[in-house]
Nanobody, 113 residues
């Protein structure tokens, strides 16, 4: 199954920002549902945010709401995750998932206290 490709991870201090990007191989308009997930060391993968129904509805987990923002760039065919006011508990591997695609390799985010 074709995969999406995540990028933009890195190391940042608490309170800082990062922007993750997910490259969609085909026309992003054709992908009805897109989501970001993360997995911290020793924990299960969890939902972060999603853009469903072609972008008409967005959802955020309670832990990131108000700090993270997702967006679709139809011109670049990317699905981005803007992360502000980062906390050490945001540390983990971040994955993008879309309708008809399998899990990608992820991008690592590390937030130091």
């Amino acid at each position: 199954q074709e995969q999406l490709v995540e990028s933009g991870g890195g190391f940042v201090q608490a309170g800082g920002s990062l922007r993750l990007s997910c490259i969609v191989p085909r026309n992003i308009s054709s992908v009805t549902d897109l989501g970001w997930y993360r997995q911290a060391p020793g924990k299960q993968r969890e939902f972060v945010a999603s853009s469903v129904r072609g972008g008409n509805l967005t959802r955020y987990s309670a832990s990131v709401k108000g700090r993270f923002t997702i967006s679709r760039d139809n011109a670049k065919n990317t699905f981005d995750l803007q992360m502000d006011s980062l906390k050490p508990e945001d540390t983990g591997e971040y994955y993008c998932l879309g309708s008809g695609y399998g899990w990608g390799r992820g991008t690592q985010v590390t937030v130091s206290s």
